[in-house]
Antibody, heavy 118, light 107 residues
Framework: QVQLQESGPGLVKPSETLSLTCSVS?????????WGWVRQPPGKGLEWIGH???????NYNPSLESRVTISVATSKTQFSLRLTSVTAADTAVYYC???????????WGQGTTVTVSS | DIQMTQSPSSLSASVGDRVTITCRAS??????LAWFQQRPGEAPRSLIY???SLPSGVPSRFSGSGSGTNFTLTISSLQPEDFATYYC?????????FGPGTIVDIK
């Protein structure tokens, strides 16, 4: 059974770069599917950030595309999120998730809270 | 982007009640519509995919219907563990978008 776990700093200063890692166990990324990120600002709804196929093909939300990079580690057991030039509006719980196509997001990490503040 | 709306934004119900939530897409999405349940402090959980299919392990009291732009999620007999927020999500085209959520709380 696949399990996902987010990790990274809980506090990032404005204008700096947010970096998160999702560690995947029970499934090798090189077996397929898309691996991505969804975020949820405090008290608000869900926003899809983007995802990556193990070959490196990416799709990003146009609202964030200029600031976002999602990549897969060579180990094929982790993938990461980089979000540059953050502001308070980027404060959110960030979830990593597996997207399996027709069955959409079938596995999620528990989420990690990132606060943007000086 | 395809905009998703949900109604109602919140509802109060009792254990055993039948509950229906509506989701509407700003343009046709065929049946690429999913429903997620999110309890406080937890990650979303998949309830329905392709508008009406249940993933393994989801109780049969949950059902979904619809196609095109109009969709519904029905809980036939509300259980204590069903008090949560429900989101619809379209995945017919990028960017994937979610509805604003429907809070189901205890009457």
């Amino acid at each position: 059974q696949v399990q996902l776990q987010e990790s990274g700093p809980g506090l990032v200063k404005p204008s700096e770069t947010l970096s998160l890692t999702c560690s995947v166990s029970g499934f090798s990324l090189s077996r397929g599917y898309y691996w991505g990120w969804v975020r949820q600002p405090p008290g608000k709804g869900l926003e899809w950030i983007g995802h990556i196929y193990y070959t490196g093909t990416t799709n990003y939300n146009p609202s964030l595309e200029s600031r976002v990079t999602i990549s897969v580690a060579t180990s094929k057991t982790q993938f990461s999120l980089r979000l540059t030039s953050v502001t308070a509006a980027d404060t959110a719980v960030y979830y990593c998730a597996r997207w399996v196509g027709v069955q959409t997001f079938d596995s999620w990490g528990q989420g990690t809270t990132v606060t943007v503040s000086s | 982007d395809i905009q998703m709306t949900q109604s109602p934004s919140s509802l109060s119900a009792s254990v055993g009640d039948r509950v229906t939530i509506t989701c509407r897409a700003s343009q046709g999405i065929i049946n690429y519509l999913a429903w997620f349940q999110q309890r406080p402090g937890e990650a979303p959980r998949s309830l329905i995919y392709t508008a009406s299919s249940l993933p393994s392990g989801v109780p049969s009291r949950f059902s979904g219907s619809g196609s095109g732009t109009n969709f519904t999620l029905t809980i036939s007999s509300l259980q204590p563990e069903d008090f949560a927020t429900y989101y619809c999500q379209q995945y017919n085209s990028y960017p994937f978008t979610f509805g604003p959520g429907t809070i189901v709380d205890i009457k």
